[in-house]
């Protein structure tokens, strides 16, 4: 696997993972922390689960964001808000890494009644855009 040998990136990038985006002194409500919070953890372990392999993490990471992005872009487009656990982009992207799958759950995604999809329930903004924060954040950071 991946990991082997790997650890934390340079610097403590891990560590910035979970500050993404909020103005200094900007308190959040206690759920959005919780939900921030959550995201920053799964993205600690999809990171820590790869590291050395940075382009690796990269891509789940920009697929991940651009997941999110596109359900903030189109809120009422069902199709963007369902993620096909077949689909072989996800698939080869994320959800064959540890912890790939649990990025989405994360961001309030659950699975479909069928269990063959991850959905985003009706889009909440302010969650998918606190999420989309951390992960840019987690990007950023990297080496």
Not at 61 to 86: C, G, M, Q, Y
Not at 110 to 116: A, H, M, P, T, V
Not at 127 to 140: G, N, P, R, T, Y
Request: net charge negative; with cysteine.
């Amino acid at each position: 696997f991946h990991g082997e040998g790997g650890g934390s990136p340079p610097g403590g990038a891990l560590g910035k993972a979970d500050t993404g985006g909020t103005a200094e002194g900007a308190e959040l409500p206690h759920e959005m922390q919780q939900l921030k919070e959550r995201v920053g953890n799964a993205v600690q372990r999809f990171v820590g689960g790869l590291a050395p392999d940075w382009a690796c993490v990269r891509t789940g990471l920009s697929t991940l964001l651009s997941i999110l992005n596109r359900i903030l872009t189109n809120p009422e487009e069902e199709k963007f808000r369902r993620v096909r656990l077949s689909n072989a982009a996800f698939t080869s992207k994320l959800a064959r890494h540890q912890g790939g799958k649990e990025l989405l759950l994360a961001a309030n995604f659950r699975y479909s009644g069928d269990g063959e999809a991850l959905e985003c329930p009706q889009s909440d903004a302010a969650a998918l855009l606190i999420a989309c924060q951390v992960v840019e954040a987690a990007l950023e950071a990297l080496p």
